[in-house]
């Protein structure tokens, strides 16, 4: 390992703009004449729309034009979509809803976008928004998941006959009914996944550019995927064709899944560019965050797990609501389906799953993938029942997870996953080590005379991420392959940039990355460059998103090196009149293995450029470009344990402990990696004690701002333990896994775990807010 | 938000005139609730008369055991005022725990009570210490001033000048601060000067800020923790929101009382 190669923790390369304000986010963004919007949305959850009057809001001060969605769809504009297919049990295809990006005859939820304001400035756009006159007539309201399936329920769309949008089944319902009736031990339980408000820093935002010299559109968004947003932009939304679509996400802060999607946004804005001939510039304010933003988790489910008399797993059934919200965002059906149910073997061989799961449409914002996406549902559900299950068969939560552990490699679950990798027993030592898991019954005592109830849970997540092999994601219903792209150009002085699909928006790829070519070249890190974000600079890639830029989107440049260093290592055995077989890179020099004969690495890449004296037949340059698409999913897995006191009189959880022994494969940069953890446990336990989001029964959010929407804050969390056991992922060339959303996945069951654990009472839902845990304490007494 | 017009007053007498002279003025202090207010468009004052350049109202002054706190004067720099943390530790710690440090070193006490928040913190302390709000027009007994949810005694356009109060013997605040905001849950202050004790709750009231005398009259009898044990706190005319019940916050109110009572035991007379 160089010094800056594999395995070093070196500082992020990126942090020095950030932290001295120097980032360029899509705000920063400034045109010749461009103008500001701002979107007239619904205040009502659901209501038909009778009229839409813009004159008065036209004729305001500094308005360049007030535009609607019949405009929009006169213009040929799409509506958005679901990019992925689920079918329901019965064969019939998922019933999507027509979303059109500004709505023209119902609003479905509060935020909807119903008309655009265009002005020349944010001031003067809002001044305008408010004049515009919208008529609803009021509808009935629904925006439980539970409420929207009762006969009677209000119709949010017809396309969707009981708001139901699929019905979907995995697993042997037979063999899972058969496996119960074996069972010496059932436990059950109830359990919710609280709805989550993604909150990144940045909001969302947008400048759409049309050039009518060109006939050609720019979008600078804040997007975890240009090429995607391209893509979809193109393929179905009708915007423009691809080569006349520049994508560009420069700087954005954080995504969290959120940033995914294609929104109404960014269309409105690039057709309202070439309708106005301005460009359009859109930021979210705060509040249109907490609406608009596609939200997280919100699933309601009925879990069963069966034991024979030796405690072994027999069974799991698994039904669960998920509740998609308004319209199905790009890829809201895949999240409770296969990055869902897929997970519900955890890290346990269980012969018998039986799944099924219900997606509803209600009054509320669009839900898609948050952090995790699908597999923090899997785990809480699991990580919860089992630690149910072990309280209630009087045994150790530690031994009965070991007991039923998968325990060679691959296995094949009942739930299509083949876990090609991991080592369970070495997270839970790794992590009951860590915690002093053994002296814990001392510590509650102790805790005990000082008026507090200590309480200790815990929780072994698996997850399957570096999304994904592409046949395989084809053929359960993705529109899109899940490979990803890099180039790297040696520059003709050995300064090497690396051209990628992947996107950084929090991960420290610039720094990643660039170790990679550190490592295999002797180069420092910051000799190399990693270009990102712009469809007219990069070919075409896939992004990020599910953990998938480590295994996927460093597999592609470790490729693309290969065929660098392949080149590199013949012009050099060229130069050095040396067997190419002998060539080895080192420390920057390229050598003739065991003689004092080298060339350094720069004069290599003159040598290729000058093109005098290079192999005969060769072409010149030192360019290579790779496609990488997976054999298989990576299987992060570990053991997360929480230990809590808690204030019985006040109902207040603190953390005091909180161990994180993951496997994410080999690691380029622990540092980066071990922030990635910080950051995913912050969010996990934010979701367990911290974040609720409510609706009222018309449909308005009630925790719309921070003032009522807990973030987690410093002083919420403790200091963390993280600590890493590696076996290696066998998929993939670097051997990595994935590292981005481990910390939210396995984090909120073991906080729950835990605080269960300290009150007595099983009966808790996140949030476990200091009210609910008083209440859980009152219920018990 | 709207347009405004903004001035900046150099004196109380200034900023009343510039205020007869706007439409529908507003006083700035802080601007820590104004502000987010008219950025949200929810206020569109056409005048912002801003007082916090006005010296007159600025500062604390100590005579004494008397304490006098101008109306501009931050957070911050009640909570680090020396003099009166010996005096009164409870009101700068009070003010050590409002918010963060960013509203700390905006918001004023003038504009804290002004608004009236049925959260805020101060109203506790100013009617527990039975302080005397004073105005450019008159002097008003704390009891008197507070009347309902961001409702006080202030008449349109009077402005608040200082806050007077005779220090405590002992006294303490204790402070459940809502999970998201920050503000009270269920704020307690208890003051004990000579044999009366005056215990003050924030947070709680669906009236705002009140006084919890069948703990007065427990302690006036027994100034320790445990005369308390037996207090119920009636839900009947408390708040209730999403984050704490009526019931949930007649148990903080009790407990954050016993916990204000301990804390003054255990520090040195
Ligand atoms: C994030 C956040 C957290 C907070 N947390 C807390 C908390 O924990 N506890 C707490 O108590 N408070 C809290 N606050 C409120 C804050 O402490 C301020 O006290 C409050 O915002 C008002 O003070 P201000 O000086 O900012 O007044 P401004 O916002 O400037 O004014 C508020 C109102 O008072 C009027 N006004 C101001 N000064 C005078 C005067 N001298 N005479 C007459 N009228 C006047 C104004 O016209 C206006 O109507 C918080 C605020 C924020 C933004």
């Given at each position: 390992m160089g010094v800056e190669g594999i395995g070093a923790r070196v500082l992020r390369k990126e942090d020095k703009r950030f932290i001295t304000g120097k980032g360029k986010y899509t705000d920063d963004m400034v045109v010749p004449g461009m103008k500001h919007a701002t979107f007239v949305r619904s205040p009502h959850a659901h209501a038909r729309i009778t009229g839409i009057d813009v004159d008065a809001a036209k004729a305001m001060s500094g308005v360049v034009a007030v535009l609607t969605g019949s405009e929009l769809k006169a213009d040929g504009i799409g509506n958005l979509i679901c990019g992925w297919m689920i079918h329901s049990k019965d064969g019939t295809p998922m019933k999507m809803g027509a979303w059109s990006p500004l709505a023209t005859d119902k609003v479905r939820y509060v935020g909807d976008a119903v008309a655009i304001v265009i002005a020349d400035t944010k001031g003067e756009a809002r001044d305008a928004a408010e004049a515009v006159e919208v008529s609803y007539e009021e509808l009935p309201v629904v925006v439980n998941a539970l409420d929207a399936m009762q006969q009677g329920a209000p119709e949010i769309h017809a396309e969707a006959p009981d708001n139901l949008?699929?019905?979907?089944?995995?697993?042997?319902?037979?063999?899972?009914?058969?496996?119960?009736?074996?069972?010496?031990?059932?436990?059950?339980?109830?359990?919710?996944?609280?709805?989550?408000?993604?909150?990144?820093?940045?909001?969302?935002?947008?400048?759409?550019?049309?050039?009518?010299?060109?006939?050609?559109?720019?979008?600078?968004?804040?997007?975890?995927?240009?090429?995607?947003?391209?893509l979809v932009m193109s393929a179905f939304y009708n915007v423009a064709p691809e080569n006349k679509l520049r994508v560009i996400a420069p700087d954005v802060g954080g995504g969290f899944g959120s940033k995914i999607y294609i929104y109404p946004e960014e269309i409105t804005c690039l057709w309202a560019s070439r309708k106005t001939g301005v460009p359009v510039k859109w930021v979210a304010d705060r509040t249109e965050s907490f609406l608009t933003d596609a939200h997280g988790r919100d699933h309601v489910t009925h879990a069963e797990i069966a034991f024979d008399s030796d405690h072994r797993i027999l069974g799991l059934k698994v039904a669960t609501i998920a509740n998609l919200g308004a319209y199905m965002s790009l890829f809201s059906s895949c999240?409770?389906?296969?990055?869902?149910?897929?997970?519900?073997?955890?890290?346990?061989?269980?012969?018998?799953?039986?799944?099924?799961?219900?997606?509803?449409?209600?009054?509320?914002?669009?839900?898609?993938?948050?952090r995790g996406a699908g597999r923090p549902e899997a785990t809480y559900v699991l990580e919860r029942i089992m630690e149910t299950a072990a309280r209630e068969l009087k045994i150790s939560p530690a031994e009965l997870r070991r007991k039923n552990f998968v325990k060679s490699f691959p296995h094949q679950t009942p739930v299509i996953m083949c876990y090609d990798a991991g080592d369970f027993d070495a997270t839970l030592d790794a992590a009951m080590n860590a915690a002093d898991y053994a002296g814990f019954e001392n510590r509650r005592q102790e805790a005990a005379k000082r008026g507090k109830l200590r309480g200790i849970g815990m929780s072994c997540y698996i997850e399957a991420c570096g999304l994904a092999p592409s046949s395989a994601v084809g053929s359960l219903g993705a529109g899109v392959g899940l490979w990803e792209s890099a180039e790297v150009r040696v520059n003709a002085v050995g300064t090497i940039e690396i051209l990628t699909g992947s996107h950084s928006h929090g991960q420290g790829h610039e720094t990643t990355f660039a170790q990679l070519a550190a490592e295999r070249f002797g180069v420092p890190i910051d000799s190399v460059s990693i270009v990102h974000g712009d469809?007219?600079?990069?070919?075409?890639?896939?992004?990020?998103?599910?953990?998938?830029?480590?295994?996927?989107?460093?597999?592609?440049?470790?490729?693309?090196?290969?065929?660098?260093?392949?080149?590199?290592?013949?012009?050099?055995?060229?130069?050095?009149?040396?067997?190419?077989?002998?060539?080895?890179?080192?420390?920057?020099?390229?050598?003739?293995?065991?003689?004092?004969?080298?060339?350094?690495?720069?004069?290599?890449?003159?040598?290729?450029?000058?093109?005098?004296?290079?192999?005969?037949?060769?072409?010149?340059?030192?360019?290579?470009?790779?496609?990488?698409?997976?054999?298989?999913?990576?299987?992060?897995g570990g053991c997360h344990i929480c230990e809590v006191e808690i204030d019985p009189e006040t109902g207040t959880t603190e953390i005091v402990q909180f161990v994180a022994a993951d496997d994410f494969g080999n690691i380029i940069n622990p540092m980066i990696v071990e922030g990635q953890v910080h950051g995913g446990l912050a969010q996990g336990i934010g979701q367990a004690l911290l974040e609720a989001t409510h609706y009222d029964a018309s449909g308005q959010l009630l925790t719309a701002s921070y003032m009522d929407y807990t973030m987690p804050r410093a002083v919420d969390l403790p200091s963390f333990t993280v600590t890493n056991t590696v076996t290696a992922c066998p998929s993939n060339p670097l051997g990595v896994k994935g590292?981005?959303?481990?910390?939210?996945?396995?984090?909120?069951?073991?906080?729950?775990?835990?605080?269960?654990?300290?009150?007595?009472?099983?009966?808790?839902?996140?949030?476990?807010?200091?009210?609910?845990?008083?209440?859980?304490?009152?219920?018990?007494? | 938000m709207y347009e405004t017009q903004y001035h900046r007053a150099t004196s109380v007498e200034g900023a009343a005139r510039q205020m007869g002279e706007a439409e529908d003025g507003k006083y700035l202090a802080g601007g820590m609730t104004l502000i987010p207010t008219m950025k949200q468009r929810l206020a569109s004052p056409s005048d912002l008369v801003d007082l916090r350049r006005i010296e007159a109202l600025k500062g604390v002054k100590i005579t004494g055991r008397t304490v006098r706190i101008g109306a501009v004067t931050s957070h911050y720099d009640v909570?680090?005022?020396?003099?009166?943390?010996?005096?009164?530790?409870?009101?700068?710690?009070?003010?050590?725990?409002?918010?963060?440090p960013q509203v700390r070193n905006m918001g004023t006490i003038g504009g804290s009570i002004a608004n009236n928040d049925p959260a805020a913190d101060y109203p506790s302390a100013l009617l527990a210490l039975d302080a005397t709000i004073v105005t450019n027009r008159?002097?008003?007994?704390?009891?008197?001033?507070?009347?309902?949810?961001?409702?006080?005694?202030?008449?349109?356009?009077?402005?608040?000048?200082a806050v007077e109060f005779t220090a405590p013997d002992r006294a303490a605040y204790k402070k459940f601060p809502n999970p998201a905001s920050l503000y009270a849950m269920a704020g307690v202050f208890v003051a004990k000067s000579g044999d009366t004790v005056r215990v003050a709750v924030t947070g709680?009231?669906?009236?705002?800020?009140?006084?919890?005398?069948?703990?007065?009259?427990?302690?006036?009898?027994?100034?320790?923790?445990?005369?308390?044990?037996?207090?119920?706190?009636?839900?009947?005319?408390?708040?209730?929101?999403?984050?704490?019940?009526?019931?949930?916050?007649?148990?903080?109110?009790?407990?954050?009382?016993?916990?204000a009572v301990a804390e003054i035991a255990s520090r040195p007379m």
């Open positions: 949008i699929f019905d979907w089944d995995l697993g042997d319902e037979a063999a899972t009914n058969a496996a119960f009736a074996k069972a010496a031990h059932v436990t059950s339980m109830d359990i919710v996944n609280n709805r989550l408000v993604p909150n990144a820093m940045e909001p969302r935002a947008t400048l759409g550019v049309y050039d009518s010299g060109e006939d050609h559109y720019t979008c600078w968004t804040t997007s975890q995927n240009p090429h995607v947003a391209r999240v409770p389906t296969y990055l869902y149910a897929t997970l519900l073997s955890g890290q346990y061989a269980i012969p018998a799953i039986h799944a099924n799961v219900k997606t509803v449409y209600t009054n509320t914002a669009p839900v898609d993938a948050y469809t007219d600079k990069v070919q075409m890639g896939m992004g990020t998103y599910g953990s998938r830029s480590g295994a996927v989107g460093m597999s592609a440049i470790a490729k693309a090196l290969d065929k660098v260093e392949a080149k590199a290592k013949k012009i050099a055995a060229h130069l050095l009149e040396a067997d190419e077989a002998d060539i080895e890179i080192k420390n920057g020099d390229v050598r003739v293995a065991g003689t004092d004969k080298s060339v350094p690495w720069f004069q290599v890449a003159l040598a290729a450029y000058t093109a005098h004296n290079l192999p005969s037949g060769m072409e010149p340059g030192l360019k290579e470009g790779a496609f990488y698409d997976p054999s298989n999913f990576t299987f992060p590292c981005g959303e481990a910390g939210a996945i396995g984090s909120p069951p073991a906080v729950i775990n835990a605080v269960t654990d300290a009150i007595s009472n099983n009966n808790l839902a996140m949030p476990a807010t200091p009210q609910n845990v008083w209440a859980a304490l009152q219920a018990a007494k | 909570s680090t005022n020396v003099e009166l943390a010996k005096i009164c530790p409870a009101i700068t710690s009070l003010a050590g725990h409002i918010g963060d008159r002097s008003i007994a704390a009891a008197d001033y507070f009347i309902g949810l961001f409702e006080t005694a202030l008449e349109p356009d009077e402005i608040i000048t709680a009231g669906e009236n705002g800020v009140f006084r919890l005398e069948d703990a007065e009259t427990a302690l006036a009898a027994d100034f320790h923790a445990s005369a308390l044990d037996n207090l119920t706190v009636d839900p009947n005319g408390l708040l209730s929101d999403l984050h704490a019940s009526a019931e949930y916050r007649a148990n903080l109110v009790k407990v954050m009382a016993k916990r």
